[in-house]
Each structure stands twice: as C-alpha cells, then as structure tokens.
C-alpha cells in the first residue's frame, strides 16, 4: 500500500524494482519468524527497508532541492504527518 503526497509523488515515478526490493525483505522478515532453521537472516530484510527509506526519502529531498522548493520545515512536517497517526493508533 502506498499513500501518496499531491505536492511530491506526482514527480517521483513508480519503481517497480524498489517493489521487488521490497517483497525480497518482506519474505526475509516472514521466513525468519517462521523459525525455518534454514533461513536466519531475517534481521537482512529489515536492512533492507533502511536502504529503501533512505533511499526513498533522499530523491524526494533531491527533487525538491533541484526544484528550490525544498525546506526543514516542510520536510519535517511531512514526516511528523506521515509518522504520527501510526504512532498514536500504537499508543492508544
């Protein structure tokens, strides 16, 4: 599921190899809490989702800075937007 942002997503296009990234770390997590003595390498697929956020989060910051239209306070705003709602959901 992905939630778009109007103001950036519309120039950030669809990478359909970050997906494929993203269902390898997906099935690493799942295989490890499975407790399969064959594959213990579940903490690699949260590794993953790092690379992939960082990654993610830095062409956005790119894009907006080539564009001048990026500042902290913005950015943080969008972050406190996205994060937040799930961390209340959590805590309530």
């Known amino acids: 599921m992905t939630l778009k942002n109007p103001n950036v ?26 407790n399969l003595m064959l594959f213990s390498g579940g903490y690699i697929g949260v590794d993953i989702f790092f690379v992939i956020s960082g990654y993610l989060i830095t062409s956005i910051t790119v894009n907006e800075l080539n564009k001048d239209k990026f500042t902290f306070i913005n950015f943080y705003i969008r972050r406190v937007k996205r994060l937040f709602p799930a961390l209340f959901t959590l805590i309530v």
């Open 9 to 34: 997503s519309s120039s950030i296009k669809y990478r359909p190899d970050v997906d494929g990234l993203r269902a390898i770390a997906v099935l690493a997590v799942i295989l490890y809490h499975a």
